[in-house]
């Protein structure tokens, strides 16, 4: 379907981190890199952000490079600013009070004034790059204040922003104080965009709470003289590809490997970056609670919790990475016997095709995150399985994911007992409810792909049509 871009018009994509083409041409984008590279290639289509690199002396044009029909254009950043803007505001501030975690937050003046800063100079190396007609679309909350920046310098074009996080209610976002700047900073945009009706509902409260402006119909929010929108876009997978990855991972070096390792006990896998919002911990605390309590599968289980490390300059992931891996020894030195280990507890990152041939040899995916704007590895989890034999999927209440995937084993990942009763369930449930409840999920999954949240998105910021709730949340 043909993009309904101004006619001369292209996409432009911004992100704080850009899938650069590899030198050898091999691209190790993931499934919403890939859709965006998609939608970029159908008018040709500039994607700007940061470079990946940072550095003492800052040059102000962006590096271009040119990859077909895409030009990517990408900034260093200066190393003290990185800190405060990255390391500081956007991980340290933002990231926790999205997660509700208000005992987190740190408040730092000069880490706001940082991230603000930042968004400035990012405004003023794109502004010279775009043409009137260009459709914007900014992701992730690194870059709140960028269109503000860019109408301060004059940018007439349409802007979206797509929050590929949650949106908490206004009680927990107003502790931040730079909470007024940021919801301003909202305002300029056209379209504002989240993966789910209660993280928009959340948002229109925020905006309601603090007087700024009001609804006028369908999904449309007046402020000033400006109207913009606000919606659900809850962003899928392409589920029949994952499939057929997860199909012929089968026989790939680590899939057999794992397979061999097994001898004959069923595998319990999980998969997240190293982040608090996980539930790691709690997840460890409940399958140590599984064991202890269902003896008959001492042995009989192994446990791969696969968790690469994330942001580990940000002190409170530094100290994560030290008490995971402490609870998993603890665990490991508890449970275990001479001849089983019930937790693999590693800290690689795993290629696209090993992990596709993992979910499917699982027989339960835990996917229980503490507070998550959607959850990919869940969707994938589902659409990897052998529909013949498939695995049971434990999702968090709390996982954006939940509202498609609500014929998962639904938990509360605080709960640890409640936790650990379902995994036993799941081990020990039947294949016809098994075949049941995956068929259900599977065919949410068909229904709204990665290129539907694409176009789903860009269809409401360009032709200015009202967003259509999800269907899963009414
Ligand atoms: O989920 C939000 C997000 O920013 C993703 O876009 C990104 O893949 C992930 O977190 C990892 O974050 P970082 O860029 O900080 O490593």
């Not at 929108?229 to 029949?240: C, K, T, Y």
Request: net charge neutral; charged share 25%.
């Amino acid at each position: 379907m043909e993009r309904p871009l101004g006619a001369s018009g292209r996409l432009v994509v911004i992100s704080n981190r850009v899938p650069l083409p590899a030198k050898d041409g091999n691209s190790s984008a993931g499934g919403l890199a890939v859709a965006l590279e998609a939608a970029l290639k159908q008018h040709g289509g500039l994607w700007f952000g940061w470079s990946g690199r940072t550095v003492d002396q800052v040059e102000n044009a962006p590096q271009i490079i040119e990859a077909g029909k895409i030009t990517f254009a990408v900034l260093d950043v200066h190393r003290k600013d990185f800190d405060l803007f990255y390391t500081g505001f956007a991980n340290r501030a933002l990231w926790p009070i999205c997660h509700y975690r208000l005992d987190l937050l740190q408040v730092d003046r000069s880490q706001t004034e940082g991230y603000f800063r930042v968004n400035r100079t990012f405004a003023e190396a794109l502004a010279p790059l775009l043409g009137p007609d260009d459709t914007i679309w900014i992701h992730d909350y690194h870059f709140i204040p960028l269109a503000a920046e860019l109408r301060r310098l004059g940018c007439r074009n349409r802007i979206g922003f797509f929050l590929h996080i949650p949106w908490p209610p206004s009680d927990i976002a107003s502790a931040l104080p730079a909470y007024g700047r940021l919801q301003n900073g909202f305002t300029a945009y056209d379209l504002v965009g989240f993966h789910t009706k209660q993280d928009a509902d959340n948002f229109r409260q925020c905006l309601l709470r603090e007087n700024l402006g009001f609804p006028v119909g369908d999904g449309e929010y007046q402020v000033g003289g400006h109207r913009f929108r606000i919606g659900a876009f809850p962003v899928g997978i392409d589920a029949d590809a994952f499939a057929e990855t997860a199909r012929a991972a089968e026989r790939n070096p680590t899939v057999r490997r794992m397979r061999e390792s097994m001898e004959k006990r069923r595998l319990i896998i999980g998969v997240d970056r190293l982040d608090y919002s996980k539930g790691i911990k709690e997840r460890i605390e409940s399958y140590s609670c599984f064991i202890r309590s269902n003896p008959q599968f001492r042995n009989k289980v192994v446990y791969l919790q696969v968790t690469p490390k994330s942001r580990s300059d940000v002190p409170e992931y530094k100290r994560m990475q030290h008490q995971i891996a402490e609870q998993a020894g603890w665990a490991n030195g508890n449970l275990g016997e001479v001849d089983w280990t019930p937790i693999r507890y590693i800290n690689k990152t795993i290629g696209h095709m090993a992990l596709a041939g993992l979910y499917r040899m699982a027989r339960v995916g835990l996917v229980t995150p503490l507070r998550d704007g959607m959850n990919l590895v869940a969707k994938e989890f589902v659409a990897a399985q052998d529909e013949n034999d498939p695995g049971v999927l434990i999702l968090s209440r709390f996982a954006g994911a939940m509202h498609e995937l609500d014929a998962a084993l639904l938990v509360n990942p605080y709960d640890t007992e409640t936790t650990a009763a379902a995994i036993a369930r799941a081990l020990e449930m039947p294949l016809e409810e098994r075949r049941e409840r995956w068929r259900t999920m599977m065919d949410r999954l068909r229904g709204n792909g990665i290129d539907d949240w694409c176009q789903g998105f860009l269809d409401v910021l360009t032709s200015g049509k009202s967003p259509v709730p999800p269907p899963q949340e009414g």
